[in-house]
């Protein structure tokens, strides 16, 4: 596609539940990020794909938090037990490689995630 | 680890005038990249600029520039005869050149042009 697309846009849920969070990159994009961005602060880095792999995932706040790229193309950010806390806009970019300041990121429109 | 500081949490101006938004960093790092994005009420992060350390030229886009001050570890962004399309978040970030893949961002400025 013509951008990085989310889905869904907005996502209310209550706690305890489980969400699942869609990001669609840029057709031949390699490179995969998500971001998570909290009321009032920058976005703060979750997960770091290159093709099917996680290639850092040091971002993710804990256990509940997982997220897949079995093609190397969509990418699904998943969410167990969702807690107050995970409210946030969680954003997806696509790079045609890496980031390393070189190829710059094209970020997605976000989900925004409200637990209550 | 590094770590972006955006002091000033909201400004205003008149449109058509210039406005300056700052920047500091920390770092260890000699080599990096550092960018402004622009985040719109439609929550996408677009590029407005960026900067490679070691190029000692300011980067300048259009009615965008930055003042780039390594050794003060500064960023500025001045925006000249702002438009109320420049009305958004602004946030400053910062990325190492050496495989890190992580972008670190500030916490953001409210820019707001007033007709």
């Known amino acids: 596609g013509a951008g990085v697309s989310q889905t869904p846009s907005n996502k209310v849920t209550e706690k305890g539940k489980y969400v699942e969070l869609r990001c669609d990159p840029i057709?031949?994009?390699?490179?995969l990020y998500w971001y998570r961005q909290s009321l009032g602060q920058g976005p703060e880095f979750l997960i770091y794909?290159?093709?099917?792999?996680?290639?850092?995932d040091s971002g993710l706040p804990n256990d509940r938090f997982f997220a897949v790229r079995p093609e190397g193309s969509v990418s699904t950010l998943k969410i167990q037990r969702t807690e107050r806390g995970d409210s946030a806009v969680y954003l997806c970019?696509?790079?045609?490689?890496?980031?390393?300041?070189?190829?710059?990121?094209?970020f997605g429109a976000g989900s925004r995630l409200t637990v209550l | 680890a590094q770590t972006v500081t955006q002091s000033q949490p909201e400004m205003s101006v008149q449109e058509a005038e210039t406005v300056t938004l700052s920047c500091t960093y920390d770092t260890s790092e000699s080599n990096y990249y550092l960018f402004w994005y622009k985040q719109p009420p439609s929550r996408q992060m677009i590029l407005v600029i960026r900067q490679e350390a070691y190029k000692q030229q300011n980067a300048t886009e259009n009615r965008f520039s930055v003042n780039f001050q390594k050794a003060a570890k500064s960023f500025s962004l001045k925006i000249s005869d702002s438009q109320l399309g420049d009305t958004a978040m602004y946030f400053c970030?910062?990325?190492?050149?050496?495989?890190?893949?992580?972008?670190?961002f500030g916490t953001g400025t409210r820019l707001t042009i007033i007709p």
């Open positions: 057709s031949g994009h390699t490179a």
């Open positions: 970019a696509s790079s045609p490689q890496g980031a390393s300041g070189a190829n710059v990121l094209t």
């Open positions: 794909f290159q093709g099917t792999g996680a290639a850092d």
């Open positions: 970030a910062f990325i190492s050149n050496f495989g890190n893949e992580k972008l670190t």
